[in-house]
């Protein structure tokens, strides 16, 4: 569902914004006050968007057209054969995402979910509203570099820009370049493709580079920050199965779940999905240790079939099971109430009896937790505190905290640094190539509308020589594009929204 509280703030702030401009429209001693205001400042209002036009750096546009020409010429003519092969490649993609889509709708196999290769996008639906900074933050940045990409290419071409902008469009934000149209006009068709391709060559170079410096994000760190060390904590929730005294803290380094090595964010996810879908894994102890179930009442089953043999109100016991090294009838299975930690600290993982036989001198044996299904004892290593302990479902845990690869050297500098440019370069990177692939969509009002028209000038010309022809062929081809991208986002906003 859309959150309310949202829906309710944007409509209530753009309604504010509109009521003060109608008012100051028809004020007679502000109106006219009002509209030069706007004019000597380029700005343009209407409902739901607010537009903002420039000339300041058209300067630097010109600029960038004439730095090393033929180095221009072969970066140009690059985008050109990249926006042809995104125009077809972007129509694969969607009807790829349709077919996912449809699948999703009829079927009710939870694993199918989030599988869509492109998914809609609403803020406080599902995207979180503390990312929407990043976001919109990623999406500005690449509707720039788009713009410039086009004001560049079309410079070269000699085609005038008339200016540059912005805008926000509800929530959204963008920005636009505004060219001499009579010029557009008089160039051929492969110049006026390069200009067209030029603003999704550059977002997917923008893509490109963002992925390049999130993967060298380690080694430009590296004088302040060190990785491999373990997974640093950032943030805990509060009440969840993380926090407490014996929990996890803030700048705390866990190295390790269970047996399992932990050198960063991705081992931290990776054990933790690891022992979700392994079994319980069990502890060496001295037989002398061990309690007997009768000792603290008998042990008895839960509602699931598996054996408890602890009060239901202890918070420090636990109830292990483990084969009893001499029965009468052979080996049986026997149950125990142990105090957890005092059994489980410092002691060896095993798997069977054979693993405790193999590093244990004194006669021991292998218990594991007798916990209810799907539940998982885990020993959290955290130096240099002790163990915490974790009994419940394990992704629980994992969304109780808060990581990062990324360990400061000084104690002065910032946990939450590398965390800002992780999420900022992802946001950039899919937000980006996004733009890539839409922009290139053959459909009316995108950028690939005018790459199609310059594609079938180009190429057709000597085929189909009537121009009405072209132009008829170019128009079923866009309403073609144009219904597959409207389906894709319609029901991509029907599987966020109303499921």
Same mark, same amino acid.
């Given at each position: 569902?859309?959150? =309310?509280?949202?829906?309710?703030?944007?409509?209530?702030? +753009?309604?504010?914004?509109?009521?003060?401009?109608?008012?100051?429209? &028809?004020?007679?001693? #502000?109106?006219?006050?009002?509209?030069? +205001?706007?004019?000597?400042?380029?700005?343009?209002?209407?409902?739901? #968007?607010?537009? +903002?036009?420039?000339?300041?750096?058209?300067?630097?546009?010109?600029? *960038?057209?004439?730095?090393?020409?033929?180095?221009?010429?072969?970066?140009?003519?690059?985008?050109?054969?990249?926006?042809?092969?995104?125009?077809?490649?972007?129509?694969?993609?969607?009807?790829?995402?349709?077919?996912?889509?449809?699948?999703?709708?009829?079927?009710?196999?939870?694993? !199918?979910?989030?599988?869509?290769?492109?998914?809609?996008?609403?803020?406080?639906?599902?995207?979180?509203?503390?990312?929407?900074?990043?976001?919109?933050?990623?999406?500005?940045?690449?509707?720039?570099?788009?713009?410039?990409?086009?004001?560049?290419?079309?410079?070269?071409?000699?085609?005038?820009?008339?200016?540059?902008?912005?805008? =926000?469009?509800?929530?959204?934000?963008?920005?636009?370049?505004?060219?001499?149209?009579?010029?557009?006009?008089?160039?051929?068709?492969?110049?006026?493709?390069?200009?067209?391709?030029?603003?999704?060559?550059?977002?997917?170079?923008? *893509?490109?580079?963002?992925?390049?410096?999130?993967?060298?994000?380690?080694?430009?760190?590296?004088?302040?920050?060190?990785?491999?060390?373990?997974?640093?904590?950032?943030?805990? =929730?509060?009440?969840?199965?993380? $926090?407490?005294?014996?929990?996890?803290?803030?700048?705390?380094?866990?190295?390790?779940?269970?047996?399992?090595? =932990?050198?960063?964010?991705?081992? +931290?996810?990776?054990?933790?999905?690891?022992?979700? #879908? &392994?079994?319980?894994?069990?502890?060496?102890?001295?037989?002398?240790?061990?309690?007997?179930?009768?000792? #603290?009442?008998?042990?008895?089953?839960?509602? $699931?079939?598996? !054996? $408890?043999?602890?009060?239901?109100?202890?918070?420090?016991?636990?109830?292990?099971?483990?084969?009893?090294?001499?029965?009468?009838?052979?080996?049986?299975?026997?149950?125990?109430?142990?105090?957890?930690?005092?059994?489980?600290?410092?002691?060896?993982?095993?798997?069977?009896?054979?693993?405790?036989?193999?590093?244990?001198?004194?006669?021991?044996? *292998?218990? &594991?937790?007798?916990?209810?299904?799907?539940?998982?004892?885990?020993?959290?290593?955290?130096?240099?505190?002790?163990? !915490?302990?974790?009994?419940?479902?394990?992704?629980?845990?994992?969304?109780?905290?808060?990581?990062?690869?990324?360990?400061?050297?000084?104690?002065?500098?910032?946990?939450?640094?590398?965390?800002?440019?992780?999420?900022?370069?992802?946001?950039?990177?899919?937000?980006?190539?996004?733009?890539?692939?839409?922009?290139?969509?053959? *459909?009316?009002?995108? $950028?690939?509308?005018?790459?199609?028209?310059?594609?079938?000038?180009?190429?057709?010309?000597?085929?189909?020589?009537?121009?009405?022809?072209?132009?008829?062929?170019?128009?079923?081809?866009?309403?073609?594009?144009?219904?597959?991208?409207?389906?894709?986002?319609?029901?991509?906003?029907? !599987?966020?929204?109303?499921?």
């Amino acid at each position: 569902m859309i959150p =309310v509280p949202l829906l309710v703030c944007v409509m209530a702030a +753009w309604c504010a914004v509109y009521l003060a401009d109608t008012l100051l429209r &028809t004020s007679v001693t #502000h109106r006219i006050s009002y509209e030069s +205001w706007l004019a000597s400042r380029g700005l343009m209002l209407s409902p739901f #968007h607010l537009r +903002w036009q420039t000339t300041m750096f058209n300067r630097l546009f010109a600029y *960038c057209a004439r730095i090393n020409p033929r180095a221009l010429y072969l970066w140009f003519n690059s985008g050109l054969v990249f926006g042809i092969v995104a125009m077809l490649g972007s129509v694969v993609l969607l009807v790829k995402t349709l077919q996912q889509t449809l699948a999703q709708m009829t079927t009710d196999n939870p694993r !199918m979910g989030g599988q869509q290769t492109l998914q809609v996008v609403v803020p406080g639906v599902n995207l979180p509203t503390s990312q929407l900074v990043y976001f919109f933050s990623a999406l500005l940045l690449s509707g720039v570099i788009h713009e410039l990409g086009h004001a560049v290419a079309a410079l070269r071409e000699q085609v005038r820009v008339n200016g540059f902008g912005m805008f =926000v469009f509800v929530v959204y934000p963008g920005a636009f370049v505004d060219l001499f149209t009579t010029h557009l006009n008089l160039i051929s068709p492969t110049q006026q493709l390069r200009i067209f391709c030029a603003g999704v060559w550059h977002n997917f170079v923008l *893509c490109v580079a963002a992925l390049a410096f999130l993967f060298l994000l380690p080694i430009l760190l590296f004088p302040v920050y060190y990785t491999g060390a373990g997974a640093l904590v950032t943030e805990v =929730v509060q009440g969840s199965a993380a $926090d407490g005294q014996r929990g996890l803290s803030v700048g705390d380094i866990v190295t390790g779940l269970e047996d399992c090595p =932990v050198r960063g964010v991705e081992d +931290w996810s990776s054990c933790l999905s690891h022992l979700s #879908h &392994t079994p319980q894994t069990g502890y060496c102890v001295p037989v002398s240790s061990l309690q007997p179930s009768w000792a #603290h009442g008998r042990a008895f089953k839960r509602l $699931d079939g598996t !054996m $408890d043999c602890c009060s239901n109100n202890s918070l420090t016991d636990l109830c292990f099971s483990y084969m009893k090294p001499q029965g009468r009838n052979g080996r049986e299975r026997e149950y125990a109430c142990m105090p957890v930690r005092k059994m489980v600290t410092g002691t060896r993982v095993c798997r069977s009896e054979a693993d405790c036989a193999a590093h244990s001198n004194a006669p021991s044996v *292998c218990v &594991t937790p007798s916990l209810e299904n799907q539940t998982r004892f885990i020993r959290v290593t955290h130096p240099p505190n002790t163990h !915490m302990l974790f009994v419940g479902y394990p992704p629980h845990l994992q969304y109780s905290v808060s990581l990062t690869n990324f360990v400061p050297r000084l104690g002065f500098l910032h946990l939450d640094l590398p965390i800002f440019l992780e999420t900022f370069c992802k946001y950039v990177v899919s937000l980006s190539g996004a733009l890539a692939v839409v922009n290139s969509v053959p *459909c009316f009002a995108l $950028d690939g509308q005018w790459m199609l028209n310059a594609l079938l000038e180009a190429t057709l010309v000597t085929v189909v020589t009537d121009r009405q022809k072209r132009e008829l062929i170019g128009f079923f081809l866009l309403l073609a594009g144009s219904a597959l991208l409207a389906a894709n986002v319609a029901l991509g906003l029907w !599987m966020v929204t109303a499921r």
